[in-house]
């Protein structure tokens, strides 16, 4: 063989390589195109570059295939007279496709490891969190602890059609005792809190007179418990007057039992200790004044000493431990509609919520009841401290709802903005509470933190103004003169704005303009849609620009509480991880609700007086919450679709632990195919969380739960294929190799 010979041999092998590698990509893109991820395993794809390379090898073989025959194969005839006229054909057709597999596959996995090191990004470490509102009792009779129901007589038909400042409450006169009650607001504790009851004893014969209260339907009560009573007795007429408190069960049998002395006639806070002789969930709270004489009583009030972490005026324990379960990176709070509240009068005013809680201003709450603002700012911020979450609060934009005063009927009034050289005013007020969070101890709204028992900052970074507004000129104008007001002062805090209601339409497309051109640091989007929405749209925000405002995605749910409902909100929490470079901020909405006292459905969390009901929705916001990380990684899972099999897979820089997770939306069993090759030092056992079962399973909120994230273990090796079972989320999380 010469060696003009060998050389034509050797260029036209490598066109005939070249050509195989070109099929080979053109047709992967093909494949990717049509069916997304392409191949469901390294298998598939061995086949698929050898069938390539065949394909490479007769489009190349004209030209080089009468040279092999007229010299490798001339040799051998002469070394070996077997007639090789048509194996020879065949042997030379295994050498090129064996070297053209080798060269194709080579260039394929060396392109493999670039493209994965190039789509690793860096994602949010605030990703997932909740939002809290005061819907559906969350507040008073839900996550704050206090035990009593209109505990300052404040009710009237304003909050509910109806109510009165003796709602919930039952004058009582056992036995043949006498005498009347009353409302009075001429002298009371303070005059934020005007309306008080004064109690006429007449004749208290054995039993005395006086009142009782049944709490939230029903005041619960554990055996061995501690409940922390108080109340303001200001003495009016008559002697000193003994006043037995008691804690009675619904057949009146005393629970427990403690009693107090009246001595001023002046507005005194009297405390007791009342520990439970036995389990109740529906005891009622008893004032009984056993003497003649007239006297006035407001802020009744009865706590659980166990409050979430021991905090005073504290939060539920139950509750809030729920909450705190999720993990969430932040807490939006106080709302929602009820920030700007049904009208000018009604938009929530953080500062009426701090202090004294006898001081705080109370008001109607938009959904249909009462704010005692007991649960204020100052106790949202420790609720944010004791979980570890980041606080976002929430101020009206100086607007009040646009369907304030019911504007879809006639008589409606609408949005209406505080008047301009009211803004000033406002603005400040705005300012202050930044200050009340993060100034020092000896600045003006930083010394009312300290003296509430917390002279440390919160270290607030992100605020938000308005919600769902009406993109209206009157909107516009003074969010503008808030946002470039904060900016001014306080340039680290990040603006969160709001773009209306809907994932789409014309509040949504002027909301990010008006956005954009204000340079908003974040930007607040809410939609409540079908589950099938949420498969449909997991790439919504894979175009979004990445150089303009960050989005928070503050209100999202797809409309019902079944497994399916909860996996296709999974899906899409992928495609929110996979875009947690431009998705800042995630929270399900709303968060909690009252049995038998709710105004929407569907929610996270349902309770009553003595349980929780955490939904499967919740426990799929609590796998995202519990294995969240802060760099992510594409391509490390094949086999998937663009919508029933969704995966995302996280880093956490605080762990290193590497964190998959895989939802199959499907009703059948399906394969993918994981390719840990990009990542060191994994241990090979993970850990496997699985949510799966019925699609239309509803975890019952009278109290038998159907599903549960069942955890075990495995493991694995750096490539594998794993079986997503029907209707299923999944999670694996390994864990870095300890150094030795």
């Known amino acids: ?415 209406h903005g505080l008047a301009l050289q009211e803004m000033g005013d406002y603005i400040q007020d705005v300012l202050d509470l930044i200050e009340y969070a993060n100034g020092p101890a000896n600045s003006v709204w930083g010394a009312k933190r300290a003296a509430a028992g917390h002279p440390l900052p919160f270290n607030l970074k992100y605020i938000g103004i308005g919600n769902e507004d009406q993109q209206s000129d009157t909107f516009r104008e003074r969010f503008k003169l808030i946002q470039e007001a904060v900016k001014q002062h306080y340039p680290a805090i990040n603006v969160v704005g709001t773009v209306g209601w809907s994932p789409d339409g014309t509040e949504f497309t002027q909301g990010w303009q008006f956005g954009k051109q204000q340079k908003v640091e974040i930007l607040d989007e809410h939609y409540y849609m079908n589950p099938d929405w949420f498969l449909r749209n997991q790439h919504r925000y894979d175009q979004y620009d990445r150089s303009g405002p960050k989005v928070y995605i503050g209100e999202y749910a797809s409309r019902g509480n079944t497994l399916y409902n909860a996996l296709c909100e999974a899906a899409y929490m992928t495609s929110i991880e996979k875009n947690g470079d431009i998705v800042q901020l995630a929270s399900y909405a709303p968060l909690l609700a009252r049995k038998g006292n709710t105004q929407w459905n569907p929610n996270l969390i349902y309770f009553d007086q003595t349980n929780v009901y955490p939904t499967i929705n919740y426990y799929v916001q609590q796998l995202f919450g519990n294995n969240s990380g802060n760099r992510y990684y594409s391509h490390i899972v094949t086999g998937l679709n663009d919508s029933s099999i969704a995966a995302s897979c996280v880093t956490d820089s605080l762990t290193g632990d590497l964190i998959l997770k895989i939802v199959n939306v499907e009703d059948t069993l399906h394969m993918v195919h994981v390719n840990l090759a990009a990542f060191r030092n994994l241990e090979k056992n993970a850990v496997v969380t699985v949510l799966s079962g019925r699609p239309q399973t509803i975890n019952n909120v009278t109290g038998v739960t159907n599903i549960l994230p069942v955890v075990t273990a495995t493991q694995t090796t750096k490539t594998f294929d794993w079986n997503l079972p029907p209707y299923s989320f999944t999670i694996l999380r390994w864990k870095q190799k300890s150094k030795q």
């Open 1 to 415: 063989m010469s060696k003009d010979d060998i050389l034509k041999t050797v260029v036209l092998t490598m066109i005939g390589a070249v050509v195989s590698f070109t099929l080979s990509l053109l047709l992967q893109l093909i494949v990717k195109a049509i069916k997304g991820d392409g191949f469901k395993s390294e298998n598939s794809y061995c086949l698929f570059s050898c069938l390539i390379s065949v394909i490479g090898t007769f489009v190349a073989l004209p030209f080089y295939m009468n040279i092999i025959c007229k010299t490798v194969f001339k040799k051998l005839h002469i070394m070996f007279p077997i007639q090789f006229k048509n194996i020879r054909i065949l042997i030379s057709l295994f050498i090129l496709i064996t070297a053209n597999t080798v060269l194709n596959s080579g260039s394929i996995y060396a392109q493999s490891i670039h493209s994965e090191k190039s789509v690793q990004k860096r994602i949010s470490t605030d990703l997932f969190g909740v939002f809290f509102e005061d819907i559906n009792y969350a507040a008073d009779g839900g996550l704050y602890a206090e035990l009593v129901q209109n505990r300052s007589f404040e009710y009237s038909p304003a909050d509910h059609t109806g109510w009165n400042p003796f709602t919930a409450w039952e004058y009582i006169t056992p036995g043949y005792a006498y005498g009347n009650i009353s409302v009075a607001s001429n002298q009371p504790v303070h005059e934020n809190n005007p309306h008080y009851v004064v109690l006429t004893i007449e004749e208290p014969a054995k039993e005395g007179v006086g009142l009782k209260n049944s709490g939230f339907n029903g005041i619960p009560l554990i055996s061995g418990d501690t409940y922390l009573f108080s109340i303001y007795i200001r003495q009016l007429a008559g002697s000193a007057i003994p006043v037995t408190i008691q804690l009675t069960g619904r057949d009146g049998k005393v629970n427990a039992e403690t009693k107090i002395v009246t001595d001023s006639d002046q507005w005194k806070k009297y405390t007791a200790v009342l520990k439970a002789g036995a389990t109740d969930d529906s005891a009622s709270l008893v004032i009984i004044a056993k003497a003649k004489g007239v006297i006035a009583l407001d802020e009744v009030s009865l706590f659980p000493q166990n409050t979430y972490k021991n905090e005073p005026n504290g939060l539920r324990n139950d509750i809030a431990g729920t909450i705190a379960a999720i993990k969430p990176r932040f807490i939006r709070f106080p709302g929602g509609c009820l920030v700007h509240g049904d009208g000018l009068g009604n938009m929530y005013r953080w500062k009426n919520t701090i202090g004294p809680v006898e001081q705080r201003i109370q008001q109607k709450n938009i959904w249909g009841y009462h704010q005692s603002v007991g649960l204020g700012f100052f106790e949202y911020f420790r609720f944010c401290e004791d979980i570890g979450a980041e606080p976002l609060p929430v101020l009206p934009a100086a607007v009040c709802c646009q369907n304030s005063g019911g504007s879809w009927r006639i008589g409606g009034t609408g949005q």
